[in-house]
């Protein structure tokens, strides 16, 4: 004979509250976890430049993209600024770490840039009195960067780096490549340190083109093989928009299969007066 089984009701009914409390607390840390992520997101975007200056014969623009997993954000931001003596000041940054104190972090470094750069012009100094002051700070956290002057007048360029990713450049005239200026330590790190500076002078229309290692680099993606992508997109629209110009670049970040946020920042140059 064939025997049904039987529940009790009261046992039948527990199982369901328990059910339904723990799909009452998964939503809640769902909804706890995007809160999080949301405020963050919005904490960032509100340190990075609401907007970036336009010069005579200069156009500067940006991208940012979060991580594409969406559970964490980065400290990678950019900044342009007119200075004292006519030059813009152009940075790009990557703060150690994928949280809301890397964010605090960011914009403490973003602001010290700007400050110090109201005391002196030169992108060495600056990064060297920047290093110093986030030091003594005491957050014990470090972050690359990238910091150059540039006069679109003279096309005179001066650039220091601290530990960040070299940038890129292309021509009008069909010349391009990696700028490998030698750098020093990322910030935060060791104090007194000097950051070298690299000059040149740029004549011709063109564009360069930062970035940070969320776009050019993934858990199997090296980096050589990522700026060398970024070469070659930048060299097939350096004639375009800036703003187009920096949505493609940032699009790198999806042949990578990168994890962390990516910021692009790209400057194009009209040339000397004269030369196009």
């Given at each position: 004979?064939r ?10 009914q527990e ?10 607390e ?12 949301e ?23 940006a ?22 003596n ?13 949280d809301?104190e ?19 012009t ?18 014990g956290l ?5 910091f150059?002057t ?10 220091s780096?601290?530990?960040?990713i ?5 021509t009008?005239?069909?010349?391009s ?8 330590p990322?910030l ?5 340190e ?6 040149r ?13 969320g ?5 199997t ?14 060299c097939?629209?350096?004639d ?23 910021a692009?920042?790209v400057?194009?140059?009209a ?6």
């Amino acid at each position: 004979m064939r025997r049904h089984r039987t529940t009790h009701p009261d046992s039948a009914q527990e199982a369901l509250l328990t059910l339904g409390r723990l799909v009452d607390e998964a939503l809640e840390r769902i909804r706890v976890q995007r809160a999080r992520v949301e405020l963050a997101e919005a904490l960032q975007r509100h340190l990075l430049p609401p907007q970036l200056p336009q010069l005579p014969r200069l156009a500067i623009a940006a991208r940012y993209t979060p991580s594409h997993d969406g559970l964490d954000v980065g400290g990678d931001w950019y900044d342009a600024f007119p200075m004292t003596n006519g030059t813009v000041g152009i940075a790009i940054g990557d703060v150690q770490g994928h949280d809301v104190e890397a964010i605090a972090f960011m914009g403490q470094a973003r602001t010290s840039l700007r400050a110090l750069a109201c005391a002196t012009t030169d992108p060495g100094e600056v990064l060297s009195r920047a290093n110093d002051l986030l030091i003594s700070m005491g957050c014990g956290l470090f972050a690359t960067c990238c910091f150059l002057t540039f006069d679109p007048l003279s096309g005179a360029l001066a650039i220091s780096r601290a530990g960040h990713i070299p940038m890129v450049w292309a021509t009008s005239a069909g010349h391009s490549g990696i700028i490998l200026d030698s750098g020093g330590p990322p910030l935060g790190i060791l104090p007194g340190e000097i950051y070298p500076v690299t000059r040149r002078r740029l004549e011709e229309p063109g564009s360069l083109v930062m970035v940070t290692d969320g776009v050019v680099e993934g858990p199997t993606y090296p980096i050589e093989k990522g700026l060398e992508e970024v070469v070659r997109r930048v060299c097939s629209g350096y004639d375009g928009d800036p703003d187009e110009l920096a949505r493609e670049v940032v699009k790198v970040a999806d042949l990578t299969g990168h994890c962390d946020d990516a910021a692009v920042l790209v400057v194009r140059y009209a040339g000397l007066p004269g030369a196009g």
